[in-house]
């Protein structure tokens, strides 16, 4: 029990620091811009494969994922992180692994809303953003950290 505690008090001491610092603050912002531009880029992407295409929203999901994730990833990179640039290959598969976990999410949450009876686009509209913190939070600590 007091293992416990010791553990508790010392990830909550980290996260308190982690919130003050403004750099993180900034990246996350940073983050967030890239984020609307991939969102934008995913819906626009999805439209057109659900609706001009006329596939099947599953697989129209994962075309304007891999359009979007590309998207993100080069950007995050420049800009975001930049100063967290490793080898682009490295990142760019560790990206790619947070990336489909969180499609994985998001593939469920759409499924899920869509079953519910809200609209396709609708659906994907709030899967995407349920599950940007995930996204954000995996790329922060693992796409993107420093190696010490």
């Not at 990142?91 to 489909?100: E, I, N, T």
Request: with cysteine; hydrophobic share 50%; glycine share 8%.
């Amino acid at each position: 029990m007091e293992e416990q505690n010791v553990i508790d008090s010392g990830l909550r001491a980290r996260a308190t620091h982690a919130l003050r610092q403004r750099h993180n603050w900034e990246q996350l912002v940073k983050f967030c811009v890239v984020g609307a531009s991939g969102y934008a880029v995913n819906l626009l992407v999805y439209t057109a494969l659900l609706d001009g295409a006329n596939l099947h929203y599953r697989l129209a999901a994962t075309g304007s994922f891999l359009v979007a994730a590309t998207n993100n990833y080069l950007l995050n990179r420049l800009w975001t992180f930049s100063h967290r640039r490793g080898h682009f290959g490295y990142q760019g598969l560790r990206f790619l692994v947070v990336s489909a976990i969180v499609y994985a999410g998001n593939l469920a949450l759409l499924t899920l809303l869509v079953e519910l009876g809200v609209g396709k686009i609708v659906s994907q509209a709030v899967a995407i953003v349920l599950v940007t913190p995930f996204n954000f939070i995996g790329n922060k600590l693992w796409s993107f950290r420093l190696r010490h």
